[in-house]
């Protein structure tokens, strides 16, 4: 019983170790080929678009929502007044350059020109990617109002109303130069 059973085992343990050799054989290969796969995806040209007079409010997620309907958008970069759209094929980018140039969009005629691959830079996607959370202008006008609408002490207020105070009667003094009389007088219980 013994032999028989060593013999069925035999070629069971073979297949066993053929298959482990042939899996990890062939993980070897897929991995490979995924390789070879990127590094020619990453060779293929794309066609790049430079899109000038963006009106406010179209960032970089309008930008690319946009120009997907001309075909697939790999990134955009710089929505400050100027833009870039890249996308997967240059020949899409050629068509979307010739179609959006001279396009009236909220009030502002827009430019585009294709960008040929010998003179396209890396530099035209440095940066941060701008939306309407992260755009500089927003967020610098929301600080300064929240700082300007800020509550503030007895002692700022007091100098503050002296300063305009002073601004009224040299204005007065001008207007009376010039035959205007207005006496501005602001009574203490008012402050």
């Known amino acids: 019983m013994k032999i028989k059973q060593d013999c069925k085992q035999k070629p069971v343990l073979k297949v066993k170790k053929v298959t482990k050799n042939s899996e990890s054989y062939l993980n070897k290969a897929v991995k490979n080929v995924k390789q070879i796969l990127k590094a020619q995806v990453k060779n293929l040209e794309k066609g790049l678009v430079y899109i000038g007079h963006i009106p406010h409010g179209f960032y970089e997620e309008q930008m690319k929502e946009y120009f997907s ?18 996308f997967a094929m240059p020949d899409v980018a050629v068509i979307a350059a010739e179609s959006m140039n001279n ?34 202008k927003l967020t610098n006008r929301a600080n300064y109002i929240d700082k300007y609408n ?8 007091e100098l503050q109303v002296k300063k305009t105070m002073e601004s009224f009667s040299t204005l ?6 010039e035959g205007i009389d207005l006496d501005f007088k602001i009574s203490q219980t008012t402050l």
């Open 103 to 136: 396009y009236l969009m909220a009030g502002r005629l827009v430019k585009t020109t294709y960008v040929a691959p010998e003179d396209q830079q890396k530099k035209y996607f440095k940066g941060p990617q701008w939306s309407e959370t992260t755009y500089p």
């Open 172 to 177: 007065s003094e001008k207007l009376k130069v």
């Open 69 to 86: 309907q001309f075909g697939r958008v790999t990134r955009t970069g710089k929505s400050r007044g100027y833009g870039y759209v890249e």
């Open 150 to 157: 800020a509550p503030i002490s007895e002692e700022k207020h």
